[in-house]
């Protein structure tokens, strides 16, 4: 069956821009997960979603981010007035079900570069 | 709050030999879970092994096998009969809160033919 994937794979913005990343997840999963990956480091936690609500979303670094799953599926990361180090690569994931039990299956990532 | 230490930034392998990544962890939990995650050069995250703090016997999945010492707080991957294709990036991570992943720094393996 389909992963998860992730759009667009790429994506260049200027510095103040607004850019919206797309994650959908394996069907009928209903925890999905978004990570930040810096480069040369390992994946940070920024937001988990359980079902269409945000159970947990401790590590969004400010109010620039935001995210959504209005459905339960698809769900879309938002940033406004990207900043230079907002650059990396963000990575989603979900789960059939949240908890350790529960393998979260990870995408593609979208590279984002702000210039 | 957790924290997973990869002290290992590279390590490189000839094909064939065993290889052993380290991983200390810490955590105030009683009950937590350890897994192993390896990144290609494609950047995605692949599970690979997952130790519950409960279980009695090191986890194994194939050729990859976790040396799990609790109370040392280390769970290293070790992976037997390496080949050209476990050349990536090696993630050692914790569940925290039951939902969340804390990963380490990573440790990049490359297998010498």
Redo the contacts between chains.
Sequence with gaps: GAGVSQTPSNKVTEKGKYVELRCDPISGHT?L?W?RQSL??????LI?FQGTGA??DS?LPNDRFFAVRPEGSVSTLKIQRTERGDSA?Y?C?SSLR???LY???????T?LTVT | AQK?TQTQPGMFVQEKEAVTLDCTYDTSDQSY?LFW?KQPS??????LI?Q?SYDEQNATEGRYSLNFQKARKSANLVISASQLGDSAMY?C?M????????????TRLTINP
């Design positions: 925890a997960y990570y040369g480091q390992g994946p940070e936690f988990y159970a947990d590590g690569v990575l994931a949240q908890g350790a393998e979260q299956y990870f995408g593609p990532g590279r | 997973i879970g995650y494609s950047g995605e995250m692949i599970f997952y519950g993630f991570a569940l925290q809160g039951a939902q969340k992943l804390v990963f380490g720094q990573g």
